[in-house]
């Protein structure tokens, strides 16, 4: 498994990122937390000249359940089962989203697992302005499960 810092690079040079004009700002060492922004380039906005929405999603879309995987480790199968976006203002600037795994999470989740059953998480962020205006909201849900033989076939359901 890479390090943070390794992961950082590598997600600032894979191409989804790449081209919309995504930047990796900083993933904590503790998987903790992570930092991104998406910069207003004329390759990526939309017909009237604002963010593009699907970039706005982007920006947050893998970090909850790399984070999520990388703190409870290598005994849970953590997916995204769902995910959804509300447009607050139209983004004219570079925006920033901070995504956070906090212990309270952590807990829910373990304590959620315990007995081997599968647990639906949903996670939350912002997208601002660098002056903290409100672009988006931004939700996913996370599927959790401890590992075991029967985890696999139960995703579907």
């Known amino acids: 498994m890479p390090t943070a810092r390794t992961l950082r690079r590598v997600l ?10 995504i930047r990796v700002l900083d993933i904590a060492g503790d998987w903790r937390r992570a930092r991104v922004v998406l910069r207003r380039h004329w390759y990526n906005r939309n017909y009237v000249g604002t963010h593009f929405g699907g970039s706005l999603f982007a920006m947050t879309d893998p970090f909850w359940m790399i984070l999520t995987l990388r703190c409870l480790g290598r005994d849970y199968i953590v997916w995204d089962k769902a995910g959804e976006i509300e447009f607050v203002a139209p983004g004219r600037e570079d925006v920033f989203a901070e995504i956070d795994v906090t212990d309270a999470m ?28 409100l672009i988006a909201r931004v939700r996913k849900q996370l599927y959790v499960r401890r590992k075991n033989a029967s985890s696999v076939a139960d995703i579907a359901s």
């Open 12 to 21: 600032n040079v894979w191409p989804p990122f790449l081209f919309a004009g």
């Open 106 to 133: 952590l807990d829910e989740i373990l304590a959620a697992t315990a007995g081997g059953g599968k647990y639906l998480y949903w996670c939350h962020a912002e997208v601002k302005t660098a002056s903290g205006e």
